[in-house]
């Protein structure tokens, strides 16, 4: 059972940056995928990051350019970099990994960007 703990959420005014954690209780290079959704109230669960084993990552289009993952494999994290934050991207962000045909969810975190 993999436990995913997301942290660093909170409020920042339009134009400024946060960045999130996922602490994973295993190796996050043994999963086949880890990434980033969010969730606004009444919407889908959306996809923000995916990254593979290989290491490759793909961003959802509206936040290419302003969003980057970067991964520590001694801590076992998996960090979002979020800058020039909109208001747009405001909503709940849950760290997600898979591991082989198992999924699993962090509790989520809120983001708010609002001035």
């Known amino acids: 059972q993999v436990q995913l703990v997301e942290s660093g959420g909170g409020l920042v005014q339009p134009g400024g940056s946060l960045r999130l954690s996922c602490s994973a209780s295993?190796?996050?290079?043994?999963?086949?995928?880890m990434g980033w959704y969010r969730q606004t109230p009444g919407k889908e669960r959306q996809l923000v990051t995916l990254?593979?084993?290989?290491?490759?990552?793909n961003y959802l289009r509206s936040v290419r350019g302003r969003f980057t993952v970067s991964r520590d494999g001694a801590k076992n994290t998996l960090d979002l970099q979020m800058k020039d934050l909109k208001p747009e991207d405001t909503a709940v962000y849950y760290c997600?990994?898979?591991?082989?045909?198992?999924?699993?969810w962090g509790q989520g975190i809120l983001v708010t960007v609002s001035s």
């Open positions: 295993e190796n996050i290079f043994s999963f086949n995928a």
């Open positions: 990254t593979n084993v290989d290491g490759v990552t």
């Open positions: 997600h990994a898979r591991v082989l045909a198992r999924t699993y």
